[in-house]
């Protein structure tokens, strides 16, 4: 997908958020904000974006409430961290959707490297009742940049299909 279509997807979470009247929050690590940006590029998203965190190392995802057990027993770079971190977020900010997401971009992570394998991404989509986790490999890209745009479309692609 090219970053135009990218961004229409997300014009389109925003403009059903909207109209539904639901909110949405995030915490996002390999993403570093691009999916909060994202949402927030579309005119009137201050009703349904209630706040975001960007929580790129361990200690930010247990600040704000990852369990250190969670991130200990499955590594940082997992489905069960990636779910931790959007039933967080959603319980912090009492939003209608909370989106967790983490990966490795480019190369390995030194803080982490036993877990950190490039291209590989864990988001998890929490609602009231329900969070469900997704796991891709993304092919190698040439910059960080263009590996969070990848990240930022798959996303998309699910959010699209749950609002």
Not at 29 to 43: K, P, R
Not at 54 to 71: A, D, H, R
Not at 101 to 130: C, H, L, W
């Amino acid at each position: 997908m090219t970053e135009q279509e990218i961004r229409a997807d997300y014009r389109k979470i925003t403009e059903k958020l909207i109209e539904k009247e639901k909110t949405i929050t995030t915490m996002e690590s390999c993403t570093s904000g691009l999916i909060a940006s994202l949402i927030t590029d579309t005119e009137g998203a201050s009703a349904v974006l209630k706040g975001a965190f960007v929580t790129y190392s361990n200690i930010g995802k247990i600040m704000q409430g990852v369990p250190e057990e969670t991130i200990e027993k499955y590594s940082v770079y997992s489905n069960e961290t990636a779910i931790a971190m959007a039933e967080a977020c959603r319980k912090t900010y009492n939003a209608d959707y909370g989106i967790g997401v983490t990966g490795t971009m480019g190369n390995v992570d030194p803080a982490n490297a036993s877990a950190s394998v490039p291209g590989r991404v864990y988001f998890a989509i929490a609602k009231e009742n329900k969070t469900e986790v997704f796991y891709r490999e993304l092919s190698p890209k040439p910059s960080r940049y263009e590996y969070k745009l990848a990240v930022a479309a798959e996303i998309a692609k699910e959010l699209l299909e749950r609002i």
